[in-house]
């Protein structure tokens, strides 16, 4: 079992930036690729970006793609997302997931999801 918590969303203007952190507990999660997802108000859970536990190689939706940073702190049991450039169709709720498949971008393939922290991107 691995437990993951969300923290660091919160009010932030457009053009802003935010950093959230993700910390894990329970089982290592060495093995797993540790991603983010995010659910904008009314629509469906949309992947954000993944680390690789392979090769820590990093994947991007292309949405996010040169605004959002995704790092990996394996001693910490920590994964953070730097969010720059922020736009208001950023606004959702994120979640860290971690998946046993190495690179997952797709929702159902996460095996544990964290509860989530509201990011809001006023104009």
């Not at 329970?26 to 859970?45: C, D, H, K, L, N």
């Not at 001693?75 to 730097?82: I, Y």
Request: proline share 2%.
């Amino acid at each position: 079992q691995v437990t993951l918590v969300e923290s660091g969303g919160g009010l932030v203007q457009a053009g802003g930036s935010l950093r959230l952190s993700c910390a894990a507990s329970g089982r290592t999660f060495s093995g797993y690729a540790m991603g983010w997802f995010r659910q904008p108000p009314g629509m469906e859970r949309e992947f954000v970006g993944v680390r690789s536990w392979a090769d820590g190689s990093t994947y991007y939706a292309d949405s996010v793609k040169g605004r959002f940073t995704i790092s990996r702190d394996n001693a910490k049991n920590t994964v953070d997302l730097q969010m720059n450039s922020l736009k208001p169709e950023d606004t959702a709720v994120y979640y860290c997931a971690a998946s046993l498949v190495d690179g997952n971008r797709d929702r159902h393939w996460v095996n544990y999801w964290g509860k989530g922290t509201l990011v809001t991107v006023s104009s």
